[in-house]
C-alpha cells in the first residue's frame, strides 16, 4: 500500500509538472473583486494589508499572545508567518474574518524550504540527484503536508546561484550553474504550486533571495554584492526568472544591495526588470526588516524615507519592520507616496487571496482530519527515502569496499553516528528531529560496534582510543562526521570550511589502523578534505538527508539503491581558492604547468578537489564520441537569427554500463563558445540525461540544441547568438567529456 501510495505521489507531482506551468496571470473575474473591496478600504486598511508580521512559539507550541490579535483586529496587520497547524491557524484567521470590519483573510506563510513535518534533504543535496521528477516530488509532498497544516504561502524556491562555500546559505539552493538551477527553480515552483494556485492541496511560492543575494562579498552573509550588469545577468540573474515564468506567485527582496542600492529600495530591480521587462503580476514581499535595514546600508536617513523608497521602488510587503505601518500614512499626506502606488500593491496581494480562495472559504486550509492523515504519512516517508537516496553522492570508492557486505562486522565512530537533530539539517520547518532515522538506526541488525570518537567541535581527543579500537576488532569501518546543521543556512558564513574540531585527525587516526575506512559526511556546503579524500578508503556524500536520512544512506551502503548523484557544486582543495567554478573563463594566460607566468597559485593546484557534476556509482560507464547532425546549422536570413529553431543540433553519444551492476548516469552536455565577442566560459551546462543502464547495455542517447543553447549577452548587451564555432562536450563530470565541433553560421 506504501508504494502504491508513493507511486500516486509520483505520478500526481509529473502530472503537475506536465501542465504547463506558466507565468502567473489573475484570473478572469478576479480584478473586478479587487476593485470593489478596494474601493471601501481605508488608507489604514489598505496599510495593514501591506504589513506581514510573525507570531512566535511558546516552547509548547503557538502562543496566541493577545498582540497579534489585536494587530489582526485592528487591521493594522493582514498577514502572518510562523503561524501554522490548523488549530492555530483557524484561531488567527476566526479573528480577521470575523471581528474585523472588511473581513478580509490572512495570508499565512512560513520557510517550508525542504519539507513541513516529512523532512527531506537539504535543497543542495536535492540538487544532487540531478532528478527534476524527485526535487518537483519533495516540493509537492512539502506542499501537501504544510497545506494541510492551515498553510497557505511558503518562502521558497531559494534559487540564489551559490559558488561560494563560505555562504552558509548554499546548502538552501541548488549549487553553482545557472542552467541546472533554473531547471530545478521551475521544478520547486511547480511542486510547490501543483496544478493551480487555490487547490487546497497548494501553496503560493516565493522565489527568494530577488537578487543575487549569493554573490555576497567575501562569501559574508548580508554582505555588498557588486558585479557587472553582464555577469548579472548571464550568471545570477535567470533563476528567478525562471521561477516567475514557472508561475511563482511571489518575489522576496534580499538584504544585500546590487549596484549600489539596496535592493528593498532597487527601482531597476523591482519595476524595471521584474514588472516591466518579465511582466511579473504578483506581489514582492520584503525579507526580514530589509527596509528598516536601508538606513543602516546608508541610503536614506530614517525609517520614514526608507518606506517610501521601497513603496516606490515597487515592494508592496513589508516583513517585520511596521515601517508602513508606522510612516506611510504621513508620506502619503506629504505627496512623498501617491495613493495609486499603494492601491497597486494592495491590488497584488489582494488579487492572490482571491486567487487562493480566501474570501469564499478562509478556513479551506483548515481541516484538522486532513492535517492529521497527511502528516508524516507512510507514503511521505517513503517519498523522502527515495529522495534521499537520489540524493547521495558517492565520491571515492577504492577497492569496491562498497557496498557493505551484511555479514561483515562493522565500526560505526563519529559524533554523527547516533545523531538525529543535526539529520534534519537548517529551515527543517515543522520536522522532529525524534522522528528522523539515524544512521545508527538504519544499519539496525547488522554486526556493529559503535564509539563515537569526538564531537563535532572542540580538541578532545579523548574518545580516539576507544575508537580505533573499535575500528581494529572490526571489518571495516564507517565514520560519520561532518557540521551541525547551525553550522550552515542563514547567518552562517565560515572562512575555515574543513571539518571542524578534530573529525579530520580522527578519520586519519582510523585510516592508520589499516582497515577499510568509509566516510559519510553529513554537511550544508562543499568541504575542503584533501586530506580525507587521500587517505579514506570510500567517501558518501549525504548532505543533510532529512527523516529518512539513516534508511536512505543504509540503502546506499548495503547496495540496496546503486549511488548516482553528481556534484551541483564544486568541492575545491581549500578555501584559498574560492570562489571556483566549473565555468570559468580562459584568461589570457590559462593554466599550463609548464610556464610560470599562467593564471595559477605556488602554493595550490587550480583544479578542484571534485568538481561540478562529480558523482560515482557502483558500476562504472563509457561514453563514444558525440556525434552532431547537422553539424552547421543553417541560418535563417530573414529573421535574421543564427540558427532557426527549426534546424536544431542534434548531438548523439552512446553510453555503456561497463560494470556488473544496473546503474544510473547523468549524462551531462556543455556547450563552448570558442571565439565570441565577449569573453565566454570554458564550458556551460546545457542539458542532461538520467539513464539507467543494465551491466553491459548501451543506450544512444540524443541532446536537441536550439538557438537559446547558443545564446549569450553580446558585447553590446543584446541577448543573442553569434556565428562561429562551439565545442559540444558530454561526459558524467564537468572535467571528463567527450567534443564534437559544431558551426553556427550566419
Ligand atoms: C529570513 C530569511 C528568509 C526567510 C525569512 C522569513 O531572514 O532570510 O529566507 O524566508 O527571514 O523567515
Same mark, same amino acid.
Given at each position: 500500500?506504501?508504494?502504491?501510495?508513493?507511486?500516486?505521489?509520483?505520478?500526481?507531482?509529473?502530472?503537475?509538472? +506536465?501542465?504547463?506551468?506558466?507565468?502567473?496571470?489573475?484570473?478572469?473575474?478576479?480584478?473586478?473583486?479587487?476593485?470593489?473591496?478596494?474601493?471601501?478600504?481605508?488608507?489604514?486598511?489598505?496599510?495593514?494589508?501591506?504589513?506581514?508580521?510573525?507570531?512566535?512559539?511558546?516552547?509548547?507550541?503557538? +502562543?496566541?499572545?493577545? !498582540?497579534?490579535?489585536?494587530?489582526?483586529?485592528?487591521?493594522?496587520?493582514?498577514?502572518?508567518?510562523?503561524?501554522?497547524?490548523?488549530?492555530?491557524?483557524?484561531?488567527?484567521?476566526?479573528?480577521?474574518?470575523?471581528?474585523?470590519?472588511?473581513?478580509?483573510?490572512?495570508?499565512? $506563510?512560513?520557510?517550508?524550504?525542504?519539507?513541513?513535518?516529512?523532512?527531506?534533504?537539504?535543497?543542495?543535496?536535492?540538487?544532487?540527484?540531478?532528478?527534476?521528477?524527485?526535487? =518537483?516530488?519533495?516540493?509537492?509532498?512539502?506542499?501537501?503536508?504544510?497545506?494541510?497544516?492551515?498553510?497557505?504561502?511558503?518562502?521558497?524556491?531559494?534559487?540564489?546561484?551559490?559558488?561560494?562555500?563560505?555562504?552558509?546559505?548554499?546548502?538552501?539552493?541548488? $549549487?553553482?550553474?545557472?542552467?541546472?538551477?533554473?531547471?530545478?527553480?521551475?521544478?520547486?515552483?511547480?511542486?510547490?504550486?501543483?496544478?493551480?494556485?487555490?487547490?487546497?492541496?497548494?501553496? &503560493?511560492?516565493?522565489?527568494?533571495?530577488?537578487?543575487?543575494?549569493?554573490?555576497?562579498?567575501? $562569501?559574508?552573509?548580508?554582505?555588498?554584492?557588486?558585479?557587472?550588469?553582464?555577469?548579472?545577468?548571464?550568471?545570477?540573474?535567470?533563476?528567478?526568472?525562471?521561477?516567475?515564468?514557472?508561475?511563482?506567485?511571489?518575489?522576496?527582496?534580499?538584504?544585500?544591495?546590487?549596484?549600489? *542600492?539596496?535592493?528593498?529600495?532597487?527601482?531597476?530591480?523591482?519595476?524595471?526588470?521584474?514588472?516591466?521587462?518579465?511582466?511579473?503580476?504578483?506581489?514582492?514581499?520584503?525579507?526580514?526588516?530589509?527596509?528598516?535595514?536601508?538606513?543602516?546600508?546608508?541610503?536614506?536617513?530614517?525609517?520614514?524615507?526608507?518606506?517610501?523608497?521601497?513603496?516606490?521602488?515597487?515592494?508592496?510587503?513589508?516583513?517585520?519592520?511596521?515601517?508602513?505601518?508606522?510612516? +506611510?500614512?504621513?508620506?502619503?499626506? #506629504?505627496?512623498?507616496?501617491?495613493?495609486?502606488?499603494?492601491? #497597486?500593491?494592495?491590488?497584488?496581494?489582494?488579487?492572490?487571496?482571491?486567487?487562493?480562495?480566501?474570501?469564499? /472559504?478562509?478556513?479551506?486550509?483548515?481541516?484538522?482530519?486532513?492535517?492529521?492523515?497527511?502528516?508524516?504519512?507512510?507514503?511521505?516517508?517513503?517519498?523522502?527515502?527515495?529522495?534521499?537516496?537520489?540524493?547521495?553522492?558517492?565520491?571515492?570508492?577504492?577497492?569496491?569496499?562498497?557496498?557493505?557486505?551484511?555479514?561483515?562486522?562493522?565500526?560505526?565512530?563519529?559524533?554523527?553516528?547516533?545523531?538525529?537533530? #543535526?539529520?534534519?539539517?537548517?529551515?527543517?520547518?515543522?520536522?522532529?528531529?525524534?522522528?528522523?532515522?539515524?544512521?545508527?538506526?538504519?544499519?539496525?541488525?547488522?554486526?556493529?560496534?559503535?564509539?563515537?570518537?569526538?564531537?563535532?567541535?572542540?580538541?578532545?581527543?579523548?574518545?580516539?582510543?576507544?575508537?580505533?579500537?573499535?575500528?581494529?576488532?572490526? /571489518?571495516? *569501518?564507517?565514520?560519520?562526521?561532518?557540521?551541525?546543521?547551525?553550522?550552515?543556512? #542563514?547567518?552562517?558564513?565560515?572562512?575555515?570550511?574543513?571539518?571542524?574540531?578534530?573529525?579530520?585527525?580522527?578519520?586519519?587516526?582510523?585510516?592508520?589502523?589499516?582497515?577499510?575506512?568509509?566516510?559519510?559526511?553529513?554537511?550544508?556546503?562543499?568541504?575542503?578534505?584533501?586530506?580525507?579524500?587521500?587517505?579514506?578508503?570510500?567517501?558518501?556524500? +549525504?548532505?543533510? &538527508?532529512?527523516?529518512?536520512? !539513516?534508511?536512505?544512506?543504509?540503502?546506499?551502503?548495503?547496495?540496496?539503491?546503486?549511488?548516482?548523484?553528481?556534484?551541483?557544486?564544486?568541492?575545491?582543495?581549500?578555501?584559498?581558492?574560492?570562489?571556483?567554478?566549473?565555468?570559468?573563463?580562459?584568461?589570457?594566460?590559462?593554466?599550463?604547468?609548464?610556464?610560470?607566468?599562467?593564471?595559477?597559485?605556488?602554493?595550490?593546484?587550480?583544479?578542484?578537489?571534485?568538481?561540478?557534476?562529480?558523482? &560515482?556509482?557502483?558500476?562504472?560507464?563509457?561514453?563514444?564520441?558525440? *556525434?552532431?547532425?547537422?553539424?552547421?546549422?543553417?541560418?535563417? =536570413?530573414?529573421?535574421?537569427?543564427?540558427?532557426?529553431?527549426?534546424?536544431?543540433?542534434?548531438?548523439?553519444?552512446?553510453?555503456?554500463?561497463?560494470?556488473?551492476?544496473?546503474?544510473?548516469?547523468?549524462?551531462?552536455?556543455?556547450?563552448?563558445?570558442?571565439?565570441?565577442?565577449?569573453?565566454?566560459?570554458?564550458?556551460?551546462?546545457?542539458?542532461?540525461?538520467?539513464?539507467?543502464?543494465?551491466?553491459?547495455?548501451?543506450?544512444?542517447?540524443?541532446?536537441?540544441?536550439?538557438? =537559446?543553447?547558443?545564446?549569450?549577452?553580446?558585447?553590446?548587451?543584446?541577448?543573442?547568438?553569434?556565428? !562561429?564555432?562551439? /565545442?559540444?562536450?558530454?561526459?558524467?563530470?564537468?572535467?571528463?567529456?567527450?567534443?564534437?565541433?559544431?558551426?553556427?553560421?550566419?
Amino acid at each position: 500500500m506504501k508504494k502504491l501510495k508513493y507511486l500516486f505521489l509520483i505520478a500526481q507531482a509529473i502530472f503537475a509538472g +506536465t501542465v504547463s506551468a506558466q507565468l502567473y496571470k489573475p484570473s478572469p473575474g478576479i480584478e473586478t473583486k479587487v476593485n470593489a473591496l478596494l474601493a471601501k478600504m481605508t488608507l489604514d486598511e489598505k496599510i495593514g494589508q501591506l504589513t506581514l508580521y510573525t507570531t512566535d512559539w511558546g516552547s509548547t507550541g503557538p +502562543t496566541i499572545r493577545e !498582540g497579534y490579535k489585536n494587530d489582526i483586529r485592528s487591521g493594522a496587520c493582514g498577514n502572518l508567518f510562523n503561524s501554522h497547524t490548523v488549530g492555530f491557524v483557524r484561531d488567527l484567521q476566526k479573528v480577521a474574518v470575523e471581528e474585523t470590519r472588511l473581513k478580509i483573510p490572512l495570508l499565512f $506563510g512560513y520557510d517550508v524550504i525542504h519539507g513541513y513535518k516529512t523532512i527531506f534533504p537539504i535543497p543542495l543535496g536535492e540538487a544532487a540527484s540531478w532528478d527534476l521528477e524527485a526535487i =518537483e516530488l519533495s516540493a509537492r509532498v512539502a506542499a501537501l503536508e504544510a497545506s494541510a497544516a492551515g498553510l497557505n504561502w511558503t518562502f521558497a524556491p531559494m534559487v540564489d546561484i551559490g559558488r561560494d562555500p563560505r555562504w552558509g546559505r548554499v546548502m538552501e539552493g541548488a $549549487g553553482e550553474d545557472t542552467w541546472l538551477g533554473c531547471r530545478i527553480a521551475e521544478a520547486r515552483v511547480r511542486g510547490i504550486q501543483g496544478k493551480k494556485i487555490g487547490s487546497t492541496d497548494a501553496m &503560493l511560492a516565493c522565489v527568494k533571495h530577488y537578487a543575487a543575494y549569493g554573490a555576497a562579498t567575501a $562569501g559574508r552573509d548580508y554582505n555588498t554584492v557588486d558585479m557587472s550588469e553582464r555577469f548579472f545577468r548571464e550568471y545570477y540573474l535567470p533563476p528567478y526568472k525562471a521561477a516567475i515564468e514557472a508561475g511563482a506567485a511571489t518575489v522576496m527582496t534580499s538584504f544585500n544591495d546590487y549596484d549600489g *542600492v539596496p535592493v528593498s529600495g532597487n527601482k531597476y530591480l523591482l519595476t524595471n526588470i521584474l514588472r516591466n521587462e518579465w511582466g511579473f503580476k504578483g506581489f514582492v514581499v520584503t525579507d526580514y526588516t530589509t527596509i528598516n535595514e536601508m538606513v543602516l546600508h546608508g541610503v536614506v536617513a530614517n525609517e520614514k524615507e526608507a518606506g517610501e523608497l521601497a513603496l516606490n521602488a515597487g515592494v508592496d510587503m513589508d516583513m517585520q519592520g511596521a515601517v508602513f505601518q508606522r510612516f +506611510t500614512k504621513q508620506s502619503v499626506k #506629504e505627496g512623498k507616496v501617491m495613493r495609486q502606488q499603494i492601491d #497597486e500593491a494592495v491590488r497584488r496581494i489582494l488579487r492572490l487571496k482571491f486567487e487562493l480562495g480566501l474570501f469564499d /472559504d478562509p478556513y479551506k486550509f483548515c481541516d484538522e482530519n486532513r492535517e492529521k492523515a497527511t502528516l508524516l504519512s507512510p507514503a511521505n516517508r517513503q517519498a523522502a527515502r527515495e529522495v534521499s537516496r537520489k540524493s547521495i553522492v558517492l565520491l571515492k570508492n577504492d577497492k569496491n569496499v562498497l557496498p557493505l557486505q551484511r555479514n561483515q562486522r562493522i565500526a560505526l565512530i563519529g559524533p554523527l553516528v547516533d545523531n538525529q537533530s #543535526e539529520l534534519i539539517g537548517n529551515w527543517n520547518g515543522a520536522g522532529n528531529a525524534n522522528d528522523c532515522v539515524s544512521l545508527a538506526a538504519g544499519l539496525k541488525g547488522l554486526n556493529i560496534i559503535q564509539a563515537k570518537g569526538c564531537e563535532f567541535e572542540g580538541s578532545d581527543k579523548s574518545g580516539f582510543e576507544a575508537a580505533i579500537a573499535a575500528a581494529r576488532s572490526a /571489518d571495516v *569501518v564507517v565514520v560519520a562526521v561532518g557540521e551541525k546543521a547551525m553550522m550552515s543556512g #542563514e547567518a552562517a558564513s565560515r572562512t575555515d570550511i574543513t571539518l571542524p574540531g578534530v573529525q579530520e585527525e580522527l578519520i586519519l587516526e582510523l585510516c592508520k589502523t589499516g582497515k577499510p575506512v568509509v566516510v559519510v559526511l553529513m554537511n550544508g556546503r562543499p568541504l575542503a578534505i584533501p586530506n580525507i579524500a587521500a587517505n579514506a578508503t570510500a567517501i558518501l556524500e +549525504t548532505w543533510w &538527508l532529512g527523516t529518512e536520512a !539513516g534508511n536512505a544512506i543504509a540503502d546506499v551502503l548495503l547496495g540496496d539503491y546503486n549511488p548516482a548523484g553528481k556534484l551541483p557544486m564544486t568541492f575545491p582543495r581549500s578555501v584559498g581558492q574560492v570562489p571556483i567554478y566549473y565555468n570559468e573563463k580562459s584568461t589570457g594566460r590559462p593554466f599550463d604547468p609548464n610556464s610560470k607566468w599562467t593564471s595559477k597559485y605556488i602554493d595550490e593546484a587550480n583544479a578542484p578537489l571534485y568538481p561540478f557534476g562529480f558523482g &560515482l556509482s557502483y558500476t562504472t560507464f563509457s561514453y563514444g564520441t558525440p *556525434v552532431a547532425k547537422p553539424s552547421y546549422l543553417p541560418g535563417d =536570413e530573414k529573421s535574421g537569427t543564427l540558427a532557426n529553431p527549426k534546424y536544431p543540433v542534434k548531438v548523439s553519444v552512446d553510453v555503456t554500463n561497463t560494470g556488473k551492476v544496473a546503474g544510473e548516469e547523468v549524462v551531462q552536455l556543455y556547450v563552448r563558445d570558442l571565439v565570441g565577442s565577449v569573453t565566454r566560459p570554458v564550458k556551460e551546462l546545457k542539458g542532461f540525461q538520467k539513464v539507467m543502464l543494465q551491466p553491459g547495455e548501451t543506450k544512444n542517447l540524443t541532446f536537441t540544441l536550439n538557438e =537559446e543553447a547558443f545564446r549569450f549577452y553580446r558585447r553590446n548587451m543584446t541577448f543573442g547568438t553569434e556565428p !562561429g564555432e562551439y /565545442d559540444i562536450m558530454i561526459g558524467g563530470n564537468s572535467q571528463d567529456v567527450k567534443t564534437v565541433r559544431v558551426r553556427l553560421e550566419k
